[in-house]
């Protein structure tokens, strides 16, 4: 990924419309996605049984020449608890590599209602709600979750665009802004009020803002020319 300016940005984005030709038709779909992110892992050994909880929240704003969409989600959960001290059953390939562990327990569940909330800076981030769910055997887990970030270094700031012209077709051109910053995590994931703990010190929180830009060209443009996203928005 290549560090660029802002002024470079808006100068390849302007040489890019400038450089249509003159029979291009004008733009047909501007996109403005602003997207924050961020995601949990832990690992933790007591005994034989082996706990693993992962998380990962996002939070939309999207536009297109008029008022922003805010969509919250998706947030998603895993868990699984593992007995380290067996083979898992039936496994005799990996009963004869070594301890592997039967699962003793897994649920998935996501929601589309829980977003990540964060300040502008990526100073701070929490994920809080209650997910529907289902376990290893399809049988409904209600799931709570808690996540909060907290930032643990400096904000970093990375630049890219690109532009791409499609022969008989048009042109595309895209910038995106991205803001990171490493964060320590600390989650509490409760599974039908049974509450499990767990902690990460390699996260990160992130905000990207982004735009596409497409420029059908020539006399008679294609009607389905969406490369941005596939469809037309």
């Known amino acids: 990924m290549r560090r660029t300016s802002a002024a470079a940005l808006a100068g390849l984005t302007l040489l890019t419309l400038l450089a249509a030709p003159a029979g291009a038709a004008p733009p047909r779909m501007y996109h403005n996605v ?26 939309h704003w999207a536009g297109r020449h008029g008022p922003a969409v805010k969509q919250d989600g998706p947030t998603s959960v895993f868990v699984r608890v ?3 001290c067996t083979a898992p059953a039936g496994d005799l390939v ?28 990526l100073t701070s981030a929490r994920a809080a709600g209650t997910l529907e769910g289902t376990d290893q055997d399809g049988t409904p887990v ?16 990375v630049t890219e665009g690109s532009s791409t012209r499609y022969p008989g077709e048009g042109i595309v051109s895209g910038a995106a802004n991205e803001w990171l910053r490493p964060a320590t995590a600390t989650a509490v994931v409760t599974l039908d009020g049974d509450p499990l703990h767990g ?10 803002k982004s735009h596409c830009l497409e420029v059908p060209t020539g006399s008679d443009p294609p009607d389905d020319f969406f490369p941005c996203f596939g469809f037309e928005g």
């Open 34 to 59: 602003s997207v924050v992110s961020a995601s949990f892992d832990s690992v933790q050994v007591d005994g034989c049984l082996q706990t693993e909880l992962y998380a990962a929240a996002t939070g």
């Open 82 to 84: 593992t007995d380290v």
């Open 94 to 121: 990996a009963a004869a590599a070594g301890p592997g562990g039967d699962v003793l327990l897994e649920v998935e569940a996501t929601s589309m209602s829980i977003g990540l909330t964060t300040d502008h800076h």
């Open 142 to 157: 209600t799931v709570g979750l808690d996540v909060r970030w907290t930032a643990a270094g400096p904000l970093e700031h």
């Open 199 to 208: 902690s990460d010190e390699e996260s990160m929180i992130q905000r990207t």
